[in-house]
C-alpha cells in the first residue's frame, strides 16, 4: 500500500464550484504540505501544518483553505474554483522538515476548471 | 527574492553521461535536494547536499558548491528509465523548500 494517498486521482469541475481534495498518510509524520506544479514552473507550497493544531500559509494560498482533521489526513478546499487553477496538485509530508529531511510525495490530483 | 535556475531541458544518448546544473539564490541555505519526477508522477528522492562537495551513490552522484551557489546532478551508465525530469530544490533559512522547475532530459537510444 502507499504511504501518501491522495483523492480523487483526477477532477473535472467548473467555475465557481467548491472541491475538497484529500490527503492521507501512513508514514506517522507530523509535517504535511500541499503543493501545486504548472508546466514550466517549480511546485509551489500552497499551505503546510507542522502538526494537527500548527497551519501556515505558503506561497500561494489565496484561493485554497485547508483542513488537518487528524495527523494523518489533510485536506484542501477551494473554496471557489476559477480556470487558473487546473494544475497538478501534490500532498507531501516529512518528519522534521529539518536538515536532510525528506518529503514524500502522493501520486497527485489533475484538477480542471472549466 | 529566491531563485532556482536550472535548464528546461537536455538530451543525452543511453550509455552516456549527463550532467544536470542547478544554480540558486535564496534566503540562507540548509541543503540541496535532487529530486526525480517521470510525467505525471510524483516526485521521489535522489540525493541531498548541505557540505561542499560530491556524494555518490550508485549511477547518481551529486555536487555541491555554497560558495558559488550551484550544484550538478551527475547521471553515469544512462537508461532510457533515466527520462524523467529532475528537480532541484533548496531549503532556506526557515526551513522551506525553494523548488526550481526542473530539467526535463530525454534519453535516445
Known amino acids: 500500500d502507499a504511504d501518501v494517498t491522495q483523492t480523487p486521482r483526477n477532477r473535472i469541475t467548473k467555475t465557481g464550484k467548491r472541491i475538497m481534495l484529500e490527503c492521507s498518510q501512513t508514514?506517522?509524520?507530523?509535517?504535511m504540505y500541499w503543493y501545486r506544479q504548472d508546466p514550466g514552473l517549480g511546485l509551489r507550497l500552497i499551505y503546510y501544518s507542522f502538526d494537527v493544531k500548527d497551519i501556515n500559509k505558503g506561497e500561494i494560498s489565496d484561493g485554497y483553505s485547508v483542513s488537518r482533521q487528524a495527523q494523518a489526513k489533510f485536506s484542501l478546499s477551494l473554496e471557489s474554483a476559477i480556470p487558473n487553477q487546473t494544475a497538478l496538485y501534490f500532498c507531501?509530508?516529512?518528519?522534521?522538515?529539518?536538515?536532510?529531511?525528506?518529503?514524500?510525495f502522493g501520486p497527485g490530483t489533475r484538477l480542471t476548471v472549466l | 527574492g529566491q531563485n532556482i535556475d536550472q535548464p528546461t531541458e537536455m538530451t543525452a544518448t543511453e550509455g552516456a553521461i549527463v550532467q544536470i546544473n542547478c544554480t540558486y539564490q535564496t534566503s540562507g541555505f540548509n541543503g540541496l535536494f535532487w529530486y526525480q519526477q517521470h510525467a505525471g508522477e510524483a516526485p521521489t528522492f535522489l540525493s541531498y547536499?548541505?557540505l561542499d562537495g560530491l556524494e555518490e551513490k550508485g549511477r547518481f552522484s551529486s555536487f555541491l558548491s555554497r560558495s558559488k551557489g550551484y550544484s550538478y546532478l551527475l547521471l553515469k551508465e544512462l537508461q532510457m528509465k533515466d527520462s524523467a525530469s529532475y528537480l532541484c530544490a533548496v531549503m532556506d533559512s526557515n526551513y522551506q523548500l525553494i523548488w526550481g522547475a526542473g530539467t526535463k532530459l530525454i534519453i535516445k537510444p
Open positions: 547536499n548541505v
Open positions: 507531501a509530508t516529512s518528519d522534521t522538515g529539518q536538515g536532510a529531511d525528506t518529503q514524500y
Open positions: 508514514k506517522g509524520h507530523d509535517r
